[in-house]
């Protein structure tokens, strides 16, 4: 399951689909909307992404986890849209025969996301709004699609 989505994300159903009678472990992570950043109080997020590209690097960094750890099964799902304080953005599951495999890979997949995948953040404060830092997957996705930003 690699998912960019405008719906809540439904966690019992991203779970289930990693769950396998050959894993000994279920490893997730919830990243979640907080209510302050850089010092001041957030009000809420708004996310958009360019979401075939976002498709393909989840992709890319599902199989690179795959090919790294023996995994049984990986799913990938972000939220686009505006998101309220404690909403949840981004859910990954992770499934493996052995905890440390599964929490290995669930740390990767984060970090990787957060670094290449096309997926912005534009924070809300009470006296404006501001884009998340743009990073290399801004650069990359220029790069990869002639988009100038």
């Not at 405008?6 to 919830?30: H, M």
């Not at 099964?73 to 025969?97: D, M, P, Q």
């Amino acid at each position: 399951m690699i998912l960019v989505t405008q719906n809540r994300i439904d966690i019992d159903s991203v779970i289930q689909a990693v769950e396998s009678p050959k894993t000994g472990a279920v490893v997730t992570f919830d990243g979640r909307v907080r209510n302050h950043s850089r010092g001041k109080p957030v009000k809420h997020l708004y996310y958009e992404a360019f979401t075939e590209m976002a498709l393909t690097e989840l992709s890319a960094s599902r199989e690179s986890a795959l090919r790294k750890w023996p995994l049984e099964k990986v799913a990938i799902v972000h939220r686009l849209g505006r998101l309220k304080i404690g909403e949840t953005s981004v859910f990954i599951a992770v499934s493996s025969a052995h905890r440390a495999d599964a929490f290995s890979a669930c740390h990767y997949l984060i970090d990787t996301l957060k670094e290449s995948v096309p997926i912005w953040k534009k924070e809300y404060f009470e006296d404006g709004e501001e884009w998340e830092e743009l990073t290399t997957k801004t650069q990359r996705t220029q790069r990869n699609s002639g988009l100038k930003y």
